[in-house]
């Protein structure tokens, strides 16, 4: 973890890098600047978002287990009780599809969720280079 961030303030930064998707260092401006798509970096406190690449895997992962979690908690409820097939659906597609959305979703709170977690941990740079 950061040198001088307790665990408090990690989580904080947490919190509000995933839901609304601000900046985890300075949480005063958003980081993205599109649905998916981040500012370089923070205009407020200079940390840098676009980090190399494949550093957004763990976000795509996280994202996918939050629509996998919904597929797997619907197919028991639909097991159990039936709910989608009661009300004239039918659940295959059903399951399928809100799975989708939810993955899709899902997504950008999963990147926000992501960066604060390489910025609690260190993998990114906090300030601009010096030119």
């Known amino acids: 973890m950061r040198p001088g ?3 408090g303030e990690a989580i904080g930064a947490l ?3 995933a839901v609304p998707g601000r900046c985890p260092a300075c949480r005063r401006h958003s980081m993205f600047r599109g649905w998916i798509d981040l500012y370089e ?3 407020v406190c200079g940390v840098r978002y676009a980090v190399e690449s494949g550093a957004w895997l763990g976000a795509i992962a996280v994202g996918y287990g ?3 979690l919904l ?3 619907l197919t028991v409820i639909e097991v159990l009780a039936h709910p989608i097939a009661h009300a004239g659906l039918d659940p295959i597609w059903t399951i399928t599809i809100v799975g989708l959305v939810a993955t899709v979703l899902a997504y950008r709170p999963a990147k ?3 960066f604060a977690l390489l ?3 260190g993998f990114t740079e ?3 280079p010096a030119d």
């Open 71 to 73: 597929v797997v908690a």
């Open 112 to 114: 926000g969720l992501w």
């Open 15 to 17: 919190l509000q890098g």
């Open 5 to 7: 961030l307790g665990s």
């Open 66 to 68: 939050i629509g996998a």
């Open 41 to 43: 970096r923070c205009p």
């Open 119 to 121: 910025w609690v941990y």
């Open 126 to 128: 906090d300030a601009s």
